[in-house]
């Protein structure tokens, strides 16, 4: 993925992989917002990645909040929600 002697710098090689991802998910809440139902397929065509690390990405951004939905396996589509409103009468535990 990166040049072998940047690679081969733990530092380097952490921050690269951290922009990427950063990257990654800035790319992937880009496609994915316009829409409330997207299959996982042309997601994953647009950005250029296997569908399975797609799905995987996906995942971990709706566990991490950061995206708000559902994958629906069965479907191969990522289900869209508005990000829920707080209520500020509410206590935050």
Known sequence: MFNTELASDPTIRSHLTALYDTLLEQNLLRIVEPYSVVEISYVAEMVGQETQAVEAKLS??????VLY???DQGRGCLLVYDEPEVDASLPVL
């Open 69 to 71: 939905g559902v994958l």
């Open 60 to 65: 971990q951004m709706i566990l991490d909040k």
